[in-house]
């Protein structure tokens, strides 16, 4: 797979690239940046020894050596690029959130598909051997009663924020806030273990433009009840649980990490422990996964994959709108 990277911010420089150093089946061929940020492009190419650099889209769609191309803007161009590579018949991995509505990602899903295209959001937990074993266990624990996951991080934004400066993070055109990004996770965690929820609200702290700063999504399940919290204006230790009448799972991380786990079953007397991932970097299990399902074809994979995607995006904006929350 020969990879074009879009954009030169945190996800690109801390995420992206050294993951992709550990996974020789991927090689980032290009990286694309605007001409304002074209030195931090050349600056991560040297770095990196990635051959190309671009600061214009069409032509970098234009170049038949490029296959993929990632998606690493702010959240609300998602929509606008991943479409633009897809008509041009490159296939596409979009940074989470996938998009601002769930219409989009949608259309995106029908586009990929129509064209026999390979589309994938980056969600890395849905590829870690942690959360396939949560999966696997889950039975164990008898009919589920309770899910909570928190995932509250102060962020470096936040400073500027309370000063009246509101960058992307924070900035309802660009689909900010913390449902949108840190809260992403814990959605795709609980979705992609049990489905679309029943019903949804989401209780937010509004900033002074409107966006979430920090908010609690309340689900509900036949039988039981899902919280999400998410938070950039606070921080706390992150953690999942899974109660079940049988007994419980337990995530003491961060949901986008999800580094290790334990369960317990009622009456047994004991805990067992699980840390089954493989790299200390949580993005290359990831793009392992990616290069592997093209490789291989496997086309309802990437499919069952979008399906989830679909069903967060569905989940994410009717809390976010219940909540008065507006893109604009």
Same mark, same amino acid.
């Given at each position: ?118 589309? #994938? ?102 039988? #039981? ?64 996964? #990616? ?38």
């Amino acid at each position: 797979m020969k990879l074009a990277i879009l954009g030169t911010g945190f996800i690109v420089k801390e995420g992206i690239l050294p993951a992709l150093k550990e996974v020789p089946e991927i090689k980032a061929d290009a990286i694309f940046a605007r001409p304002a940020s074209k030195g931090r492009a050349e600056a991560l190419a040297r770095a990196y020894e990635i051959p190309k650099v671009y600061t214009d889209y069409d032509k970098l769609l234009a170049d038949p050596e490029i296959d993929f191309v990632y998606v690493g803007l702010i959240n609300s161009v998602h929509y606008e690029y991943t479409k633009k590579a897809l008509l041009a018949g490159k296939h596409v991995i979009v940074e989470k959130p996938f998009a601002s509505e769930a219409g989009e990602v949608r259309e995106l899903k029908e586009l990929a598909v129509s064209k026999g295209l390979y589309v #994938f959001e980056a969600v890395t937990i849905h590829y870690l051997p942690n959360y396939a074993a949560i999966r696997e266990n889950l039975p164990k624990l008898g009919k589920i009663k309770a899910v909570v996951a928190n995932y509250s991080q102060y962020s470096s934004r936040y400073d500027k924020y309370l000063q009246g400066e509101v960058l992307p993070a924070f900035d309802p055109k660009c689909s900010g806030g913390a449902l949108y990004d840190i809260n992403i996770y814990n959605l795709n965690f609980i979705i992609g273990l049990f489905g679309k929820p029943e019903a949804v609200t989401y209780t937010a702290n509004l900033g002074f433009n409107g966006i979430d700063t920090s908010g609690m999504v309340n689900m509900k399940y036949p039988g #039981f009840f899902a919280l999400a919290v998410g938070a950039k204006d606070t921080e706390s230790p992150g953690y999942i649980t899974i109660q079940g009448e049988k007994g419980y799972i337990k995530v003491t991380d961060k949901p986008n990490e999800i580094r290790s786990f334990e369960m317990s079953l009622r009456g047994s007397g004991v805990t067992s422990c699980y840390e089954l991932n493989k790299y200390s970097h949580r993005m290359v299990h990831e793009f392992q996964a #990616f290069a592997k399902i093209f490789a291989d074809g496997d086309y309802e994979t990437m499919k069952r994959g979008l399906e989830v995607s679909v069903a967060v995006m569905e989940t994410a904006e009717t809390a976010r709108k219940q909540a008065g929350i507006v893109f604009s």
